[in-house]
């Protein structure tokens, strides 16, 4: 015992707090969330903007492309 207080000098890594860390992480997660949504609704915005055209290319209609569309953002 004595040999590894010699080696550390007795003292431990300092670490945040645990409430710091879980802060961090809920925080992260709600960010990640929330790009997520934002990146569901610039898609299905874009969606509704595509010509008959093109809808036709990617192989669906209008109105798949309308309730796809106008879905809430957090769906």
Same mark, same amino acid.
Do not use: C, H, Y
């Given at each position: 015992? *004595? %040999?590894?207080? $010699?080696? #550390?000098? *007795?003292? =431990?890594?300092? %670490?945040?707090?645990?409430?710091?860390? %879980?802060?961090?992480?809920?925080?992260?997660?709600?960010?990640?969330?929330?790009?997520?949504?934002?990146?569901?609704? =610039?898609? +299905?915005? %874009?969606?509704?903007?595509? $010509? &008959? @055209?093109? /809808?036709? &290319?990617? *192989?669906?209609? +209008? &109105?798949e492309a =309308?309730? @796809? *569309? /106008?879905?809430?953002?957090? #769906?």
């Open positions: 015992m *004595g %040999a590894i207080k $010699t080696i #550390d000098n *007795g003292r =431990r890594p300092s %670490a945040p707090p645990l409430g710091r860390r %879980a802060s961090g992480f809920v925080l992260r997660s709600v960010l990640e969330r929330v790009e997520n949504w934002l990146g569901k609704r =610039r898609s +299905r915005l %874009a969606l509704l903007q595509l $010509t &008959d @055209e093109q /809808l036709r &290319d990617v *192989g669906i209609s +209008r &109105d =309308r309730r @796809e *569309g /106008l879905r809430p953002f957090w #769906d």
